[in-house]
Protein backbone atom coordinates (compact mmCIF):
# COMPACT_ATOMS: atom_id res chain seq x y z
CA UNK A 1 0.00 0.00 0.00
CA UNK A 2 1.29 3.26 -1.14
CA UNK A 3 2.32 5.92 1.57
CA UNK A 4 -0.49 7.88 0.59
CA UNK A 5 -3.40 4.68 0.74
CA UNK A 6 -1.75 4.33 4.14
CA UNK A 7 -2.27 8.15 5.35
CA UNK A 8 -6.05 7.94 4.14
CA UNK A 9 -7.40 5.05 5.86
CA UNK A 10 -5.83 5.94 8.86
CA UNK A 11 -6.51 9.13 9.17
CA UNK A 12 -10.22 7.54 8.13
CA UNK A 13 -10.05 4.83 10.79
CA UNK A 14 -9.50 7.68 13.58
CA UNK A 15 -12.35 9.99 11.84
CA UNK A 16 -9.75 13.02 11.15
CA UNK A 17 -8.12 15.25 8.08
CA UNK A 18 -4.68 13.71 7.59
CA UNK A 19 -1.99 15.81 9.85
CA UNK A 20 0.59 17.92 8.67
CA UNK A 21 3.45 15.56 9.35
CA UNK A 22 1.23 12.63 7.48
CA UNK A 23 0.90 15.70 4.56
CA UNK A 24 4.40 16.20 4.79
CA UNK A 25 5.52 12.37 4.06
CA UNK A 26 3.06 12.39 1.02
CA UNK A 27 4.56 15.53 -0.51
CA UNK A 28 7.88 14.09 0.05
CA UNK A 29 6.44 10.91 -1.12
CA UNK A 30 5.46 12.19 -4.19
CA UNK A 31 8.70 14.31 -4.80
CA UNK A 32 10.51 11.27 -5.42
CA UNK A 33 7.36 9.93 -8.34
CA UNK A 34 9.87 10.22 -10.97
CA UNK A 35 13.13 8.33 -9.40
CA UNK A 36 10.56 5.74 -8.54
CA UNK A 37 9.15 5.51 -12.12
CA UNK A 38 12.49 5.30 -13.90
CA UNK A 39 13.69 2.57 -11.50
CA UNK A 40 10.49 0.70 -12.30
CA UNK A 41 10.91 1.20 -16.68
CA UNK A 42 14.53 0.59 -16.13
CA UNK A 43 13.57 -2.79 -14.91
CA UNK A 44 10.66 -3.60 -16.87
CA UNK A 45 12.36 -2.57 -19.89
CA UNK A 46 15.42 -5.44 -18.81
CA UNK A 47 13.62 -7.81 -17.82
CA UNK A 48 15.20 -10.36 -20.66
CA UNK A 49 18.69 -9.26 -19.64
CA UNK A 50 18.26 -9.06 -15.96
CA UNK A 51 16.61 -12.69 -16.13
CA UNK A 52 19.46 -13.80 -18.79
CA UNK A 53 22.23 -12.52 -16.47
CA UNK A 54 20.93 -13.67 -13.42
CA UNK A 55 20.28 -17.00 -14.65
CA UNK A 56 23.77 -17.60 -15.58
CA UNK A 57 25.14 -16.61 -12.25
CA UNK A 58 23.06 -18.86 -10.27
CA UNK A 59 23.49 -21.86 -12.73
CA UNK A 60 27.01 -21.12 -13.15
CA UNK A 61 27.43 -21.19 -8.89
CA UNK A 62 25.28 -24.77 -8.73
CA UNK A 63 25.26 -26.60 -12.45
CA UNK A 64 23.30 -29.26 -10.35
CA UNK A 65 20.22 -27.42 -10.88
CA UNK A 66 20.27 -27.71 -14.63
CA UNK A 67 21.77 -31.40 -13.92
CA UNK A 68 19.86 -34.76 -14.30
CA UNK A 69 17.53 -34.71 -10.63
CA UNK A 70 18.10 -30.55 -10.73
CA UNK A 71 14.65 -28.44 -9.87
CA UNK A 72 16.18 -26.91 -13.43
CA UNK A 73 16.67 -30.23 -15.56
CA UNK A 74 14.64 -30.50 -18.55
CA UNK A 75 13.39 -27.32 -20.55
CA UNK A 76 9.80 -27.32 -18.74
CA UNK A 77 11.27 -27.02 -15.26
CA UNK A 78 13.95 -24.67 -16.35
CA UNK A 79 11.31 -22.01 -18.15
CA UNK A 80 9.18 -22.33 -14.82
CA UNK A 81 12.38 -21.05 -13.18
CA UNK A 82 12.89 -18.10 -15.47
CA UNK A 83 8.92 -17.24 -15.13
CA UNK A 84 9.72 -16.91 -11.08
CA UNK A 85 12.41 -14.95 -11.73
CA UNK A 86 10.16 -12.48 -14.00
CA UNK A 87 7.92 -12.73 -11.53
CA UNK A 88 9.74 -11.49 -8.55
CA UNK A 89 11.35 -8.84 -11.30
CA UNK A 90 7.97 -7.78 -11.58
CA UNK A 91 6.81 -7.90 -7.50
CA UNK A 92 9.91 -5.64 -6.67
CA UNK A 93 9.02 -2.80 -9.60
CA UNK A 94 5.60 -2.85 -7.47
CA UNK A 95 7.24 -2.18 -4.06
CA UNK A 96 9.20 0.72 -5.92
CA UNK A 97 6.38 1.93 -7.50
CA UNK A 98 4.74 1.85 -4.37
CA UNK A 99 7.13 3.26 -2.44
CA UNK A 100 6.42 -0.16 0.30
CA UNK A 101 6.96 -3.52 0.69
CA UNK A 102 2.95 -4.15 1.03
CA UNK A 103 2.83 -4.98 -2.74
CA UNK A 104 5.15 -7.79 -2.69
CA UNK A 105 3.54 -9.07 0.20
CA UNK A 106 0.21 -9.33 -0.55
CA UNK A 107 1.12 -10.31 -4.01
CA UNK A 108 3.07 -12.42 -4.25
CA UNK A 109 4.92 -13.89 -0.72
CA UNK A 110 1.88 -14.99 1.28
CA UNK A 111 1.95 -19.16 0.89
CA UNK A 112 5.25 -19.07 -1.58
CA UNK A 113 7.72 -20.48 0.90
CA UNK A 114 5.45 -23.37 1.75
CA UNK A 115 4.72 -23.81 -1.97
CA UNK A 116 8.14 -24.44 -3.06
CA UNK A 117 8.46 -26.81 -0.16
CA UNK A 118 5.29 -28.43 -1.48
CA UNK A 119 7.09 -28.87 -5.40
CA UNK A 120 10.23 -30.00 -3.46
CA UNK A 121 12.22 -26.49 -4.78
CA UNK A 122 14.72 -25.75 -2.69
CA UNK A 123 13.96 -22.54 -1.08
CA UNK A 124 17.90 -22.17 -0.51
CA UNK A 125 17.81 -22.20 -4.06
CA UNK A 126 15.59 -19.78 -4.64
CA UNK A 127 17.19 -17.59 -1.88
CA UNK A 128 20.30 -17.73 -3.78
CA UNK A 129 18.35 -17.18 -7.27
CA UNK A 130 16.97 -14.20 -5.98
CA UNK A 131 20.13 -12.76 -5.04
CA UNK A 132 21.12 -13.29 -8.40
CA UNK A 133 18.53 -11.70 -9.49
CA UNK A 134 19.11 -8.67 -7.47
CA UNK A 135 23.01 -8.44 -8.84
CA UNK A 136 21.69 -8.45 -12.53
CA UNK A 137 18.88 -5.67 -11.81
CA UNK A 138 21.01 -3.37 -9.46
CA UNK A 139 24.27 -3.25 -12.19
CA UNK A 140 22.04 -1.81 -14.31
CA UNK A 141 21.32 1.35 -12.46
CA UNK A 142 22.49 4.25 -11.02
CA UNK A 143 24.06 4.05 -7.45
CA UNK A 144 21.17 6.03 -5.82
CA UNK A 145 18.44 3.96 -8.04
CA UNK A 146 19.92 1.33 -6.68
CA UNK A 147 20.14 1.58 -3.30
CA UNK A 148 16.68 2.68 -3.89
CA UNK A 149 15.71 -0.67 -5.13
CA UNK A 150 17.87 -3.14 -3.56
CA UNK A 151 15.26 -3.32 -0.05
CA UNK A 152 12.56 -4.57 -2.40
CA UNK A 153 15.03 -7.67 -3.24
CA UNK A 154 15.94 -8.11 0.48
CA UNK A 155 12.86 -8.04 1.32
CA UNK A 156 11.74 -10.92 -0.64
CA UNK A 157 15.24 -12.67 0.30
CA UNK A 158 14.53 -12.38 4.21
CA UNK A 159 11.20 -13.74 3.21
CA UNK A 160 12.06 -17.29 1.38
CA UNK A 161 15.14 -17.60 4.23
Known amino acids: ?26 QAF ?45 QKQYNQCLRDYSW ?7 GVLAGDKGPIEQTGLIGVKEMYNSLNVPVTGMVEAIRCLKDAALGLLNKEDAAEAAPYFDYIIQSLS
Open 1 to 26: MSVVSQVILKADDELRYPSSGELKGI
Open 88 to 94: YLRLVTY
Open 30 to 74: LQTGERRIRIAEALAENEKKIVDQAQKQLFKKRPDYRAPGGNAYG
